[in-house]
Every structure is written in C-alpha cells, then in structure tokens.
C-alpha cells in the first residue's frame, strides 16, 4: 500500500524523451542533448536569497512532445522543475 502512495510522486518532475529521463536536478546539456531546443523560452535575473545580495540566471523552456507540453524551470544551469500538462 506505502509503495502505490509513493510511485506517482516519484515521478512527477520528469520527462521522458526515447527512454530517457530527464529530471530535476540535471543540467541544461542533457536537456538539450535528449530534448533538443525548446519550442519557446524566456529568462531573466532573480534573488537566491531573502536581500538579494545573491543574484542569479533563472530560464523558463517550453518542449511539446507525445502531445503533452512541458515547462522547464532552469536556475544557474539546473533543472529545477518540471511541470506539464496535455497540449490539448
């Protein structure tokens, strides 16, 4: 019963592109190297701590594949979230 709570959550920050997975925490190479360019992306600057005095790189990419849209949450060259929904 414990083992069937734990197994959606386990992999709900993933995807899965021809049998690899790509998850949070793996960086931006391998996305690209198994997911290939986004359809569409956006980046910017945020704080990493409470007064700012921490900066750092922050991308949001967009990947449609098998009908499901995915968005990629990118900090300083990491994957950091994984959230999708079905493109229709």
């Known amino acids: ?38 359809i569409a992306r956006g980046s910017g600057t945020v704080c990493l701590n409470r007064d700012c005095s921490r900066r750092g790189s922050a991308a949001t990419w967009i990947y449609l594949h098998d009908d ?7 900090r300083n060259s990491k994957i950091v979230a994984i959230d999708w929904k079905h493109a229709n």
């Open 1 to 38: 019963m414990a083992l069937a709570l734990l197994a959606p959550g386990a992999f709900a920050d993933q995807m899965v592109i021809a049998g690899n997975a790509i998850r949070d925490g793996d960086s931006v190479s391998r996305l690209i190297k198994y997911a290939g360019q986004p």
């Open 68 to 74: 499901i849209q995915y968005t990629v949450s990118i």
